[in-house]
């Protein structure tokens, strides 16, 4: 939803990656920003309106990103997509950072203005093959944003390490900043940033996008 700088941005980029998609704007005038080789679906209406979001097949949707001008209108529509049509991945763009704050507590990623690019949307909705967010000189050690199933809600991060190969060099929740210790739990609304060989990067998504192995 939104066809603005960065609406325009990710649609391309995900469009590259191989996806379908479809873009919503209030303006249809907006759409002219896709330019004439965008091939997914442009739809003119309201991003939170349920009839809009049918017509721009919501109910086949993997994600959905909320990336309009107005933070009212993108956490709307992502709490419509996320708790009226069940999408898994959804990420709102929000401007004041007390507000993102309260969506983090509500389960939903968001993306300060200051802090935006295009890059931290995707890594959001696409839990494979998303850019690392550091590489080490020789290449060989990654540290990524991975995105974890709700069934490891409770766990201890140690767990997370164990299944993975990896090391979690800190935590974002609730828009702050933590450094784990032994004891600290994996909780909704969590981005776990993890350490570790590049070659363990899939199998590790393939992990967290699973349960938890049973003890």
Same mark, same amino acid.
């Given at each position: 939803?939104?066809?603005?700088?960065? $609406?325009?941005?990710?649609? =391309?980029?995900?469009?590259?990656?191989?996806?379908?998609?479809?873009?919503?704007?209030?303006?249809?005038?907006? +759409?002219? &920003?896709?330019?004439?080789?965008?091939?997914?679906? &442009?739809?003119?209406?309201?991003? +939170?309106?349920?009839?809009?979001?049918?017509?721009?097949?919501?109910?086949?949707?993997?994600? +959905?990103?909320?990336?309009?001008?107005?933070?009212?209108?993108?956490?709307?529509?992502?709490?419509?997509? =996320?708790?009226? +049509?069940?999408?898994?991945?959804?990420?709102?763009?929000?401007?004041?950072?007390?507000?993102?704050?309260?969506?983090?507590?509500?389960?939903?990623?968001?993306?300060?203005?200051?802090?935006?690019?295009?890059?931290?949307?995707? =890594?959001?909705?696409?839990?494979?093959?998303?850019?690392?967010?550091?590489?080490?000189?020789?290449?060989?050690?990654?540290?990524?944003?991975?995105?974890?199933?709700?069934?490891?809600?409770?766990? =201890?991060?140690?767990?997370?390490?164990?299944?993975?190969?990896?090391?979690?060099?800190?935590?974002? &929740?609730?828009?702050? $900043?933590?450094?784990?210790?032994?004891?600290t739990v994996h909780q909704q609304g969590d981005l776990v940033h993890l350490l570790l060989p590049r070659d363990l990067l899939a199998s590790a998504e393939r992990a967290l996008d699973s349960a938890p192995p049973a003890?």
């Amino acid at each position: 939803m939104g066809c603005g700088r960065v $609406g325009v941005s990710l649609a =391309r980029a995900l469009e590259r990656g191989g996806h379908d998609v479809a873009v919503i704007d209030q303006d249809p005038t907006a +759409f002219r &920003r896709l330019g004439t080789s965008f091939e997914g679906q &442009r739809v003119t209406g309201v991003g +939170f309106d349920r009839d809009t979001l049918r017509e721009a097949r919501i109910t086949e949707a993997y994600a +959905f990103a909320a990336v309009s001008s107005g933070d009212n209108s993108n956490i709307l529509a992502a709490r419509v997509a =996320r708790e009226k +049509f069940g999408v898994e991945n959804v990420v709102a763009r929000i401007y004041d950072p007390g507000r993102a704050e309260i969506y983090q507590r509500l389960g939903i990623p968001t993306v300060a203005t200051v802090k935006w690019t295009s890059d931290q949307v995707l =890594r959001r909705l696409l839990p494979q093959g998303h850019v690392p967010e550091y590489t080490d000189p020789s290449g060989r050690i990654v540290m990524a944003e991975i995105p974890i199933s709700s069934a490891w809600v409770g766990q =201890r991060l140690s767990a997370l390490e164990s299944a993975t190969g990896g090391r979690v060099a800190y935590v974002t &929740r609730l828009g702050e $900043g933590l450094l784990p210790d032994p004891n600290t739990v994996h909780q909704q609304g969590d981005l776990v940033h993890l350490l570790l060989p590049r070659d363990l990067l899939a199998s590790a998504e393939r992990a967290l996008d699973s349960a938890p192995p049973a003890h």
